[in-house]
């Protein structure tokens, strides 16, 4: 398959390009959803359906109640689709009511619930009679051709060509699905991002690649020496010299031939914020070279501007110095800022004389021998550099036709006038980065294989593998292992490797930031003054005040008389003097970023050690640095470094639930959200969340105009807003859970008291269990649903691992994964590993056509020429 395009690189040829692609990507069909199915037919060679028979009895028994014989709860009548045939019409429903018998919430408490076998019985037909799930031949799910998303784009330029290429300032953010951005059948491709990805491939080779075989030699000095400190000793490094004193900083450079020389200082006039004052000082600088004055130049407040200065010179062989002398202008003013300026290098480029060029940097490392004079070896060493260098970035080997096409862009572009053999490789690197076989990722099964449901082939798994541990590229040993088809034989091995490599924590870090939402605790707004003071004794005078306050600053300026203008400021002073008292509470960036690497260091811990995957709901241990733990009221906590610590005894905190990520992006702004909290644990930890909410609620604090004469806490609320009938099967299972972390402010702190009285953590549980305290209810889910735990936490790392939602099909996977977890003693490795041998992420389904995954031609039957 070939598939390089050519083109030049102005924009205009970027955009010609990125419309030739784009019409091939409608053409495929993966403009706006980016995914071929491959699915066959609903009725094709499925299992036959169990009998409807043996569950009847226990469906009219348990469930027609509510949902059949004339009744149509939640608009759902089981009746209606339990035969054999409206039953495979309809395997969300079924599927949804084997996750709500699963997690205890039908029947509903109070009602009669099935036996163990009766239980068994029903799901074993829900799963290979309704849903129609062949044990024999499970199906493995669609195939979606996945894009690279932002993060894994980077960290695979990054591990295939060297460059940390800014994908967040340079691409449009990606969609996410299911909870995660990585999810092919959202990750779209627009004229936009085409020519995006056009544009960073001529960046990102422009950057490393040479494209002449000599160039300038040049010699950077960094090692800047500050004279002067009566120390007795100058400070080697890029110096900063003050603006308000006087001070010298100088430099040698060596020379090795005479000849003529450019030399370039760069600088830049830095300044520290201070006090929201402005800093009228100025200096001088002086540069000189070998004492000779090259620049004289003022400088005032620049707000870090960088600068670069070039001179010609003249110099003879041996050693030169270089001299800046910074001289103030203004001793007398008044220093509020810091101001400095900084000499980031000085730059020695030269002699001139071609004669004493040199090769550029890396150019071994891309061009390891000399170029042949001859087209025909010109040809063959294109093809040398070309086909290892496009295999690492398609991900496996590529065919003759595909080295030979490059070759041709290599030969066609070096052809120009003035252009090199270098230049033309430079091209057609940056070709092979503008390739869907890059972009996107190419997936074929195993030669010879006429299963319905086939392995993926080795090469296919190693990227499998690499982009869900690492978010990068496969590395040279899973290449090796795919080429001699072993990988298969060492999975375990290599995923044991792959999680003790540093780039394990890109899956740390972008599983957990999506899955717990850490990401989000760097962006939440929280007004902390408001949580605090709404965790404060009631203050009527003080309430007084600020009402007084609203009512006069709602009324135009020019109607104030003096007395309530005068009124006014004085409110105004005494409501913000208020307000300062809970500064040392806000979320500072230090705060955020610490709540987020804790509980990235705690999933971590878990994974790397091997704990039980119960320690994300309940342990006597966190992580923390001196801001956190004194968030947190952790006494003995001293510096920046976040480390482990075992948590007091009778300690609330242990757990995600606890943390403050969790604790923080499930709140509104001012005060807690139940709702938002209760919804978060359906979700994440139970794997149970409810319908989406019907429109037009009312507001919770609507709800609160029922409490005359006061402000009602926040369980007040919630208990008037589901006497609403709109609204009560919802909270019923969300409220118990949100209220039961009610002790744990919007900031993430503990208090014991919210408006007028103590805080109220009890609740009941919609599978019945009674709770006091996050204490207690942490003890419920590890006792009674740590099932409904595993299974949730694998159906979120499985749908991250294979980037698409799971399906009704997929229980029988998740099933399976759970049961290995339990026969693992709940460890982290028994997950993972069933994560990578589950069917889902070793096969895949035969397409009815073509391979569905394997990427066609964009420019098959025509010449593809470097001046299109």
Known sequence: MSDIPGGKSTRGARRARAARWFAWFAAAGLVGWCGLDGRASAGDDLAPARSSDVVEPILEQYCYGCHGLGEKKGGLALDEVADAEAARSAPKVWHAVIKNLRSGIMPPPGKPKPTADEFRRLEEWIKYGAIGIDSKAPDPGRVTVRRLNRVEYRNTIRDLIGVDYDTASEFPPDDSGHGFDNIGDVLTLSPLLLEKYLAAADAIISRTVPTVPKVVAEQVIHGFRREGDGKGKGEAGPASLSYYEASTASAVGVVEHDGRYQLILDLSANERYVD?????????????????????????????????????????????????????????????????????????????????????????????????????????????????????????????????????????????????????????????????????????????????????DEYALASRLSYFLWSSM?????????????????????????????????????????????????????????????????????????????????????????????????????????????????????????????????????????????????????????????????????????????????????????????????????????????LYILDNILGSPPAPPPPNLPALEDSGKKAAGRNPSVRELMTLHRSQPSCVACHAQMDPLGLALENFNALGRWRDAERAGPVDASGKLVSGESFVGIRELKKLLVENHRREFYRCLTEKLLTYALGRGLEAYDVEAVDSIVGRIEGGEGRASALIAGIVESVPFQKRRRSTTADSAKLPDPDAGRASHPSE
Not at 346 to 375: H, N, Q, S
Request: hydrophobic fraction near 35%.
């Open 276 to 456: 929201g004052q402005n800093d009228y000082n100025r200096c001088r600088l002086v540069f000189r070279a070998d004492g000779e004055e090259l620049l004289r130049r003022e400088f005032v407040r620049q707000e870090g501007k960088s600068f670069r200065f070039e001179f010609d010179r003249d110099w003879k062989a041996g050693p030169h110095t270089l001299t800046v002398e910074v001289q103030p202008l203004t001793p007398d003013e008044k220093r509020v800022r810091s101001l400095s300026i900084r000499i980031r290098s000085a730059t020695l480029r030269g002699p001139m004389d071609e004669r004493f060029w040199v090769r550029p940097a890396d150019y071994a490392k891309f061009f390891p021998r000399a170029v042949p004079a001859d087209a025909g070896g010109r040809r063959l060493y294109a093809r040398e550099i070309l086909g290892p260098f496009a295999e690492r970035a398609f991900r496996r080997p590529v065919d003759d036709a595909t080295k030979d096409r490059l070759a041709a862009l290599v030969e066609a572009v070096s052809s120009r006038d003035g252009a090199t053999f270098e230049a033309g490789v430079a091209q057609a690197m940056a070709a092979v980065l503008t390739s869907p076989r890059f972009l996107f990722r190419e997936e074929t099964v195993e030669a010879g294989s006429t299963d319905r449901y086939p392995l993926i």
């Open 474 to 678: 496969p590395d040279a040993e899973l290449i090796r292992l795919a080429g001699a088809h072993k990988l298969r034989a060492n999975l375990q091995a290599q995923v044991d490797r792959m999680l003790a490599d540093p780039r394990s924590g890109e899956f740390i870090r972008n599983f957990v930031g999506q899955w717990l939402q850490a990401r989000d605790v760097e962006a939440v707004v929280i007004n902390a003054p408001a949580v605090m003071s709404r965790d404060q004794k009631p203050d009527p005078e003080a309430e007084a005040r600020r009402n007084r306050f609203r009512e006069l600053n709602r009324k135009p300026p020019e109607t104030l008389s003096e007395a309530e203008n005068k009124e006014l400021q004085q409110a105004r002073g005494s409501l913000f003097g208020s307000f300062r008292r809970f500064r040392e509470f806000e979320l500072t960036g230090d705060l955020r970023r610490a709540m987020r690497r804790e509980t990235e260091m705690y999933f971590e811990h878990v994974v790397r050690e091997n704990r039980p995957l119960l320690d994300l709901l309940d342990s006597d241990y966190t992580f923390v640095n001196e801001r956190l733990a004194k968030a947190y009221g952790i006494e003995g906590v001293a510096g920046d470094s976040m480390r482990r610590v075992t948590l007091p005894k009778e300690s609330p905190r242990g757990g995600v639930l606890t943390q403050g990520t969790v604790l923080t992006v499930t709140s509104n702004p001012d005060r807690t959200s139940p709702v938002k909290r209760g």
